[in-house]
């Protein structure tokens, strides 16, 4: 693992973004929109859904790519940590996301039943992104300070 290419975020960069959201007698409708949802360029769309009790996902840092994790149906917890300090945020509005800048160590839980979590990326899959050793997480922070 490249430690040089591995951002240093802090929790405090981790924010909840409204979403554009146009009110009607007969419902709400939520726009995602490059740049005018999120603060990059969406290059990939994921979903999960059918969690069985007790699931957690997540457990990895990215080195480059952005999320914005957004809570469709139900709810759930996403718990962000930069290697220093730790917050559990509570998801359960469709209307707001969660920014989830690169070099954040994140890991999602606390499903309600139905829940479906929406994830906007701002890159392509790329496995080589991926910190998923959470003692090489913590070894990359650590000589980033």
């Known amino acids: 693992?490249?430690?040089?290419?591995h951002?240093?975020?802090?929790?405090?960069?981790c924010?909840?973004?409204?979403?554009?959201?146009?009110?009607?007698?007969?419902?709400r409708l939520s726009v995602m929109e490059n740049l005018a949802t999120a603060p990059f360029?969406?290059?990939?769309?994921?979903y999960l859904y059918d969690l069985p009790a007790g699931a957690e996902r997540g457990g990895h840092s990215?080195?480059?790519?952005?999320?914005?994790v957004i809570p469709l149906a139900?709810?759930?917890?996403?718990?962000?940590?930069?290697?220093?300090s730790v917050r559990r945020v509570s998801l359960n509005n469709?209307?707001?996301?969660l920014l989830l800048p690169a070099g954040i160590w994140r890991t999602l839980d606390n499903f309600s039943s139905g829940s479906i979590c929406l994830v906007l990326a701002s890159a392509k899959y790329d496995e080589a992104d991926y910190i998923r050793d959470?003692?090489?997480?913590?070894?990359?922070?650590?000589e980033k300070e």
């Open 1 to 5: 693992m490249n430690s040089y290419s």
């Open 7 to 13: 951002r240093r975020s802090n929790i405090d960069d």
């Open 15 to 27: 924010r909840i973004i409204d979403l554009k959201t146009v009110y009607h007698d007969n419902g």
């Open 41 to 46: 360029g969406i290059k990939r769309v994921y």
């Open 62 to 68: 990215h080195i480059d790519t952005l999320e914005l």
């Open 74 to 84: 139900g709810s759930f917890d996403v718990v962000v940590d930069d290697g220093h």
């Open 94 to 97: 469709p209307s707001k996301g």
């Open 134 to 142: 959470y003692h090489e997480f913590k070894k990359l922070t650590a």
